[in-house]
T-cell receptor
Framework: EAQVTQNPRYLITVTGKKLTVTCSQNMNHEYMSWYRQDPGLGLRQIYY???????DKGDVPEGYKVSRKEKRNFPLILESPSPNQTSLYFC?????????????FGPGTRLTVT | GQQLNQSPQSMFIQEGEDVSMNCTSS?????WLWYKQDPGEGPVLLIALYKAGELTSNGRLTAQFGITRKDSFLNISASIPSDVGIYFC??????????????FGQGTILTVHP
């Protein structure tokens, strides 16, 4: 089954404790992206990647890191999480060239930072 | 960054009613998209619009790309309980250094009473 998977699905952590949220897709997609969803703000793009070893900042990249060493994986790293990073996070992927905006989303990771 | 303004923010309707929502921006876009997020899930692409004035249907859903290229509209006819969810408009940034970016609206939360 074609899908985007994220782990963990739920995470409660403390301020300053480094964490990684993994994202993997089995559709051989070149494009991958991370979003955060907050009430009243919709989805905001954190980082995106057009292909292996190519990453770019979205609209809210501060406090996050990403890497794209393999085509199928795009982990999101929070080096020193803070309470304002409490949010619902989504990973997405799409095929290239062309319509990168027609994206397949993962099920989401709900992160709470205390 | 570019902003998309969705309205209304929420809607409470009776089963069988028609629904209309819209998305506006001060910027011109070449593509408009509508995604739906079911409760507890990631967003799923409903409709993509590529040409100003275009009217596209997907079952009971009809979306339009505004003539000015600064807005888009989504209509749902004869609503049913499974239409419940959050509807997002989205638009990709123009080319150049912003190629790969995708901006979402704040979302319209739809509740359907049986």
């Amino acid at each position: 089954e074609a899908q985007v998977t994220q782990n963990p699905r739920y995470l409660i952590t403390v301020t300053g404790k480094k964490l990684t949220v993994t994202c993997s897709q089995n559709m051989n997609h070149e494009y991958m992206s991370w979003y955060r969803q907050d009430p009243g703000l919709g989805l905001r793009q954190i980082y995106y990647s057009m292909n292996v070893e190519v990453t770019d900042k979205g609209d809210v990249p501060e406090g996050y890191k990403v890497s794209r060493k393999e085509k199928r994986n795009f982990p999101l790293i929070l080096e020193s999480p803070s309470p304002n990073q409490t949010s619902l996070y989504f990973c997405a992927s799409s095929s290239l060239p062309g319509n990168y905006y027609e994206q397949y989303f993962g099920p989401g990771t709900r992160l709470t930072v205390t | 960054g570019q902003q998309l303004n969705q309205s209304p923010q929420s809607m409470f309707i009776q089963e069988g009613e028609d629904v209309s929502m819209n998305c506006t921006s001060s910027s011109i876009f070449n593509t408009w998209l509508w995604y739906k997020q079911d409760p507890g899930e990631g967003p799923v692409l409903l409709i993509a619009l590529y040409k100003a004035g275009e009217l596209t249907s997907n079952g009971r859903l009809t979306a339009q790309f505004g003539i000015t290229r600064k807005d888009s509209f989504l209509n749902i006819s004869a609503s049913i309980p499974s239409d419940v969810g959050i509807y997002f408009c989205a638009a990709p940034n123009a080319g150049g250094t912003s190629y790969g970016k995708l901006t979402f609206g704040q979302g319209t939360i739809l509740t359907v009473h049986p």
